[in-house]
């Protein structure tokens, strides 16, 4: 049974940085496309970030520059940095793991970004 769980999310100042964990079990990390997403209120869930089996990053244009993707194998744990936030920024965080062509989503953590 594939489990995602985030955590990480909270309060923080615009400019200021958190530090979001997605812990995986059920799977490899080191051999699934894992990703981040997030939905704001109102708004339909987007795509952030990506780190497929070979360690290549993807962004999403919004935060380039600004969040880095990056995996722990012995962990089994992904990590999106975010610096220099923004009000903008504010959502709930999903972590995602594309497996075998089945998604599956953790419950999500919420960043609130004050201005």
């Known amino acids: 049974q594939v489990q995602l769980v985030e955590s990480g999310g909270g309060l923080v100042q615009a400019g200021g940085s958190l530090r979001l964990s997605c812990a995986a079990s059920g799977i490899i990390i080191s051999i699934n496309t894992l990703r981040w997403y997030r939905q704001a209120p109102g708004k339909q869930r987007e795509w952030v970030a990506g780190?497929?089996?070979?360690?290549?990053?993807f962004y999403a244009d919004s935060v380039k520059g600004r969040f880095t993707i990056s995996r722990d194998n012995a962990k089994n744990t992904v990590y999106l940095q975010m610096n220099s936030l923004k009000p903008e920024d504010t959502a709930v965080y999903y972590c995602?793991?594309?497996?075998?062509?089945?998604?599956?989503w953790g419950q999500g953590t919420q960043v609130t970004v004050s201005s």
């Open positions: 780190i497929n089996s070979g360690r290549a990053t």
């Open positions: 995602n793991a594309l497996v075998v062509g089945s998604d599956y």
